[in-house]
């Protein structure tokens, strides 16, 4: 997927919600869009997906142009939004099986076992590597929230789509669910092959994406891979403490090494600095910890940067 200069203003707009974005998405790879509420990520995968126009820009997936082969693009990806839209009172595989007839995937019938043999191998995989076989037969209704989000996946997967995009698949899941989400991407990404594409609020999950941009007032901020991000953004530091804090802190000044003191102290020394600064020192020390940034804290320093160059201008 290759976008270049990806421009949208919406009617009326002060701002463009989205404002020259380009990145692009290696096939069978993991991308995460990242950003504050309002930075544009809805809006960015609402025009992949076809469903908004762009005021400008290049679009290609999986080798389409999308202002002339949308309709390529349409059957070439799957989509699960915020919003679920699942027909509570059928079952699970009612629900894949209306999908799949309205998109003309599979001819309609009446019944599970009246579907072609190709129809139900491939529910009953893909429902296996989601983890939910034993509750395809019945009402959505009964499904926990993890449930129905893994439902919404197997259906988008039917059609064997080349990119399946994701907004905030884990919004308004509880931990567990959210981990066990991520558990059945992994094995629908290595089966499949698929790129994912997705959109979240939780730092914490895209540590294992291989690509990450972090957008901000419809502008990407920063991007790179989430160890890129961590290592260009931040600095990993040093803590220190001692019962004899006033003695540490002399001699941490003698030796012209920086610190801040806080409830420890921590100083901007990384790999083999550690070793050689803790040979010279004599104080007798209660603390000894390296500290690596979770990309959590290159986000919120990436973010707070840009936030606060607006505000400048
Ligand atoms: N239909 C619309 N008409 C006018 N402005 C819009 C419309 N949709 C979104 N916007 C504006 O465009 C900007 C980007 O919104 P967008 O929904 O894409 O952000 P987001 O990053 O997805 O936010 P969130 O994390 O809250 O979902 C915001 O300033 C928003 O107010």
Redesign the pocket.
């Known amino acids: 997927m290759q976008v270049e200069n990806l421009v ?1 203003c ?4 002060r ?1 463009n ?2 404002d020259g974005v380009s990145f692009s998405v290696p096939a069978g790879s993991l991308f995460a869009l990242l ?12 025009i992949l997906t076809t469903t908004l126009s762009p005021t400008a820009g290049r679009v290609r997936i999986a080798g389409y142009d999308l202002e002339t082969q949308s309709p390529q693009i349409r059957r070439n990806i799957g989509i699960v939004f ?1 919003k679920p839209s699942l027909d509570q009172n059928l079952t699970a595989e009612e629900n894949v099986r209306l999908h799949a007839a309205l998109y003309g995937i599979y001819p309609y019938r009446p019944g599970f076992r009246l579907m072609p043999a190709a129809y139900r191998q491939q529910v009953e995989a893909l429902a296996e590597l989601l983890g939910i076989s034993e509750s395809l037969f019945k009402p959505v209704k009964t499904f926990s929230g993890g449930m129905k989000r893994k439902l919404e996946i197997l259906r988008g997967l039917l059609h064997r789509p080349a990119v399946l995009f994701l ?2 698949p884990t919004t308004g899941l509880d931990p567990e669910s959210r981990h066990s989400l991520w558990d059945y991407l992994r094995r629908v990404r290595a089966t499949g092959r698929t790129t994912i594409f997705l ?1 979240t ?1 939780y730092l914490e999950e895209v540590e294992e994406a291989d690509a990450v941009c972090i ?1 901000s ?2 502008k990407i901020v920063a991007a790179g891979t989430p160890e890129q991000l961590k290592t260009n953004l931040t600095q990993a530091s040093l803590l220190l403490d001692s019962p004899e804090r006033a003695r540490l802190r002399q001699e941490l000044q003698q030796l012209g090494v920086p610190f801040q003191e806080g409830t420890v102290f921590e100083l901007p020394v990384a790999g083999p600095q550690v070793q050689h600064l803790l040979k010279r020192l004599e104080t007798p020390l209660s603390l000894v910890q390296t500290r690596t940034p979770s990309l959590e804290e290159a986000y919120l320093q990436i973010i707070g940067q840009h936030m606060l160059e607006n505000e400048e201008e």
């Open positions: 949208k919406y009617k009326k707009a701002r919600a989205v950003g504050p509420n309002g930075a544009g990520k809805t809006t960015v995968i609402s915020q907004d905030e959109t609020h957008m007032r419809g």
